[in-house]
């Protein structure tokens, strides 16, 4: 178990270059055969010992050559430009995995994660409607994603699945939608009408609380 105290709970979305249904929740390998994506979480209360993450908004974009348990995996941090210095901090010593249970979300990336680019710190427009499956995450010029019901291909009517995980280790049950992403800083990519999870979490050092 980590020493550290912390917590984060608030809205969640992982979107990536795979179709509908993420081939990574399922332990299959993804749709192209790598991944390349982003998550992304408004914090509406959080926490790292005493400085205090409510109201922040952060994403991490990635590249893997191959399945994510296969490794050499690459990521950018993107931080709300808001963050005061011990903020910043606080978000970078979570994001290292090193104050988190073995097993656990970002344990597991920093075992998987061998390039971290510079971190980028913007402005971040942030909405986000689980159950309506329509979200938006702009970050200063360098990221943007928005996030709509996955349609009927023969009547174009909102179609609605829920991925439900009893032993998640990144959310217990979420939404699945379709995703754009164009992303333009260290890990360039796009694209358009590809896998979307939206999810209401509690991280902790223990992993999934909610």
């Known amino acids: 178990m980590a020493a550290s105290d912390w917590r984060l709970e608030g809205e969640w979305m992982k979107n990536c270059n795979c179709a509908f249904g993420?081939?990574?929740?399922?332990?299959?390998?993804?749709?192209?055969?790598y991944c390349k994506g982003m998550v992304g979480m408004r914090i509406t209360t959080g926490h790292f010992e005493g400085v205090k993450l409510d109201g922040l908004c952060?994403?991490?974009v990635v590249d893997f050559?191959?399945?994510l348990h296969q490794g050499n995996g690459k990521m950018q941090p993107i931080v709300d430009e808001r963050a005061t210095p011990e903020q910043?901090?606080?978000?970078f010593n979570i994001l290292s995995g090193k104050h988190s249970a073995e097993g656990t979300l970002f344990h597991i990336f920093s075992l998987i994660v061998t390039t971290i680019h510079d971190p980028i710190f913007a402005p971040f427009e942030f909405s986000f409607d689980k159950d309506g499956r329509v979200a938006k995450l702009v970050?200063?010029?360098?990221?943007?994603?928005e996030v709509e019901p996955i349609k009927n291909p023969v009547t174009g009517a909102p179609h609605r699945v829920q991925v439900v995980m009893p032993e998640g280790f990144e959310h217990r049950a979420a939404e699945i939608a379709s995703a754009n992403i164009r992303s333009t800083g260290a890990i360039p990519f796009e694209t358009r009408g590809t896998h979307s999870s939206l999810a209401n979490v509690v991280q902790t050092p223990e992993g999934v609380a909610a």
Not at 22 to 33: K, S, W, Y
Not at 88 to 91: D, E, P, S, T
């Open 22 to 33: 993420c081939p990574c929740d399922f332990n299959a390998l993804p749709t192209l055969g």
């Open 58 to 60: 952060f994403a991490v």
């Open 65 to 67: 050559p191959g399945a």
């Open 88 to 91: 910043r901090q606080a978000l």
């Open 139 to 145: 970050a200063g010029n360098v990221l943007g994603t």
